[in-house]
């Protein structure tokens, strides 16, 4: 009788475990189709942003030159104007330029490389710490979709070091090992004790999400003293065309 009872019992615990499971795996779907939105999204406005508001600012700028060319022997005053007028469209130039490659720089389009490397750029002239990217000498090949989470990755990894680390070094490294691409983002900072969970924190979980979507694994090592380090190893099959990202169980 006593066996019989467990036996009933449990039915509906697998069942709840059948239905979290699959719950898991429907949000994952889900973060991924946004994710493929929002990035979509970032490539579209990136470039409205760029090409259609760029291309006004520059129209702008030739008539303020061409009026400045009329109108200069007129009146003492038009010389001022119009050099403040060539200054401001000048700053909103830099700011379309600054925008658009925030939500989506175009390095992307060339590879993962140039992109590490233009990150890096730009986060060592915005923090003055110093970032420096190791790549292997061969051509990296990956598709757009890994291309941007390795990306993003490392611009989310970049961003903690920039707020929590305090470090004055951080160093990105991308290798290929067998069958996998590795991103290593390593900085020289305190370190954090990686067993404590911090509420409303995602920028780590972030990450290990982007990387479980293309049945990559995530690792983290630090200590409180020593910098951290995260590691991201996307497998990539070497001849044969890559399989869609799938989702995968924990
Ligand atoms: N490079 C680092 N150096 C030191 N501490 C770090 C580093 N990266 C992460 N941490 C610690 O891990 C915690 C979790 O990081 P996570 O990116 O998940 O969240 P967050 O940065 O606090 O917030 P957000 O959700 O905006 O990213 C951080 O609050 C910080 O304490
Ligand atoms: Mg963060």
Request: proline share 4%; with cysteine.
């Amino acid at each position: 009788v006593g066996v019989l009872a467990i036996g009933h019992n449990i039915t509906p615990l697998k069942k709840a475990y059948r239905e979290l499971e699959e719950s898991r795996s429907q949000l994952r779907g889900l973060i991924a189709h946004r994710e493929q939105v929002r990035e979509e999204e970032r490539k579209y406005i990136a470039r409205e942003v760029h090409d259609e508001l760029g291309q006004i600012l520059t129209g702008l700028r030739m008539s303020i030159s061409y009026l400045e060319h009329q109108l200069v022997n007129h009146s003492p005053q038009w010389p001022e104007y119009l050099e403040e007028a060539k200054t401001l469209s000048k700053e909103a130039m830099a700011v379309v330029k600054n925008v658009a490659s925030s939500l989506r720089p175009a390095v992307l389009d060339v590879g993962i490389v140039a992109a590490l490397e233009w990150l890096a750029g730009r986060f060592g002239s915005n923090t003055n710490i110093h970032c420096n990217v190791h790549v292997p000498a061969h051509d990296v090949e990956l598709e757009e979709a890994h291309s941007i989470a390795l990306f993003r990755i490392a611009q989310e990894a970049l961003t903690n070091v920039a707020r929590h680390a305090k470090a004055t070094r951080v160093d990105i490294l991308l290798d290929r090992e067998g069958q996998d691409y590795v991103l290593r983002v390593r900085d020289n900072g305190h370190g954090f004790d990686t067993t404590t969970k911090k509420v409303n924190s995602f920028g780590l979980m972030g990450i290990r999400e982007r990387a479980l979507l293309l049945n990559g694994t995530f690792e983290i090592h630090s200590r409180p003293g020593s910098g951290t380090e995260i590691a991201v190893r996307i497998p990539v099959p070497a001849s044969t065309p890559m399989a869609p990202a799938k989702v995968e169980k924990i």
